[in-house]
């Protein structure tokens, strides 16, 4: 078979691989809410499902291979495990306070506020595209958020925030670190959360719909990962951040049809403009790459 369409081939696969890990990670916020349990009950348990399933995903595709992952952290893994867990914990806290459609839009910002930390921390240039994008992104999420100053969901879109910051440091730091043993650090994260989960509430006093769906949140987050992390291979990073930004009208939509919930006027423009410039910074970026 000639390169060229073993090449179109694998980039077919890639792109339905990375559209299918968008669905499962826009159940996200459907799931939450659907859950009667708090938020440490949800960290807790889909944590701990999703962490087991992808490690064992992870040692079942290594099994023939003779190179043995560390198991040892270090200050910096466990410095990314706890990143990252807190900004899993947010993620679960603000879909429980607010709207899904406006933590799934803040959400879509993480890409420039991980540019902007790097700008920051690592005095990395930032493109000018990227600064327009995040200008724009910004100016949205202040409507959203703005919006809901006097209202009950005011504090979920600060805690949707805190999340969006989180994830992007998170990203930074595997940059960075980027001799620790990412998949070793995600699972430590969860069982962080299922540790320190004890001491705020009891995750074994679940019912049994609970239960069902926990688990079913765990296999979802698990699902998605390993979607996502096997289509991006097979597929640029221009591509998969222009195949990525169609979570935010799935969990939206997903919200809709399942909850039935409705968002404020507010919510749907700052959303169109963050969506709006994320998808011509993605599709800037995808046409760069074909030139190149």
């Given at each position: 078979m000639p390169d060229h369409e073993t090449d179109t081939k694998n980039q077919i696969y890639g792109i339905g691989l990375v559209l299918a890990s968008t669905v499962a990670f826009s159940l996200s916020g459907?799931?939450?809410?659907?859950?009667?349990?708090?938020?440490?009950t949800v960290a807790c348990w889909r944590g701990l499902f999703g962490a087991i399933l992808i490690a064992a995903y992870v040692l079942w595709k290594n099994r023939n291979d003779p190179a043995t992952t560390p198991l040892r952290l270090g200050w910096r893994g466990w410095l990314l495990a706890s990143?990252?867990?807190l900004a899993s914990l947010a993620f679960i806290a603000s879909f429980k306070m607010t709207y899904v459609a406006n933590v799934a839009i803040i959400y879509a910002t993480v890409p420039f506020a991980a540019a902007f930390l790097e700008w920051v921390l690592l005095r990395q240039k930032v493109r000018r595209r990227t600064i327009i994008a995040a200008a724009?992104?910004?100016?949205g999420v202040l409507v959203m958020v703005g919006a809901g100053v006097g209202s009950v969901n005011l504090l979920g879109d600060f805690v949707a925030v805190l999340m969006m910051l989180g994830?992007?440091?998170y990203?930074?730091?595997i940059r960075v670190f980027s001799k620790t043993p990412v998949v070793l650090a995600g699972a430590a994260s969860a069982f962080q959360l299922f540790v320190v989960g004890w001491f705020f509430t009891d995750p074994l006093d679940v019912s049994l719909h609970d239960g069902?769906?926990?688990?079913?949140f765990g296999l979802s987050f698990a699902i998605a990962v390993i979607l996502w992390t096997e289509g991006t291979k097979l597929i640029t990073a221009a591509e998969s951040g222009l195949l990525g930004s169609a979570e935010v009208p799935l969990a939206i939509f997903m919200a809709w049809i399942f909850l039935a919930e409705e968002p404020p006027l507010a919510s749907f423009?700052?959303?169109v403009m963050v969506l709006c410039a994320v998808v011509w910074h993605a599709v800037r970026d995808y046409r760069q790459a074909k030139l190149s």
């Open positions: 459907v799931l939450t809410k659907a859950i009667e349990g708090d938020t440490w990143v990252g867990g724009i992104s910004v100016a994830n992007a440091l990203l930074v730091l069902i769906l926990l688990i079913l423009i700052g959303g």
